[in-house]
């Protein structure tokens, strides 16, 4: 098991994990991490605005090795 660490980027503001999460592999970090950008849209849409610019940067704490989920990569638009 390997720690993953998801740091929120949220319109120039950076919220830090700090305690992470122990997962088998990159594949399970990317849904651990949809599910946090979806969580985090819920809560702007909750306040009247989305930003759809905004990621989340999933951390391997062995290797280093930084990834980003972009939000708008997340959802399917309809309706534009």
Known sequence: MTQYFFHVHECGIVTEDQTGVKLIDLASAFQ?????????????????????????????????ERTHVPFRETLQIKGI
């Open 32 to 64: 651990v991490a949809i599910r946090k950008a979806w969580s985090t849209m819920a809560l702007e849409v909750a306040s009247g605005k989305l930003c759809l610019g905004c990621h989340i940067e999933i951390v391997n704490a062995e290797t280093g």
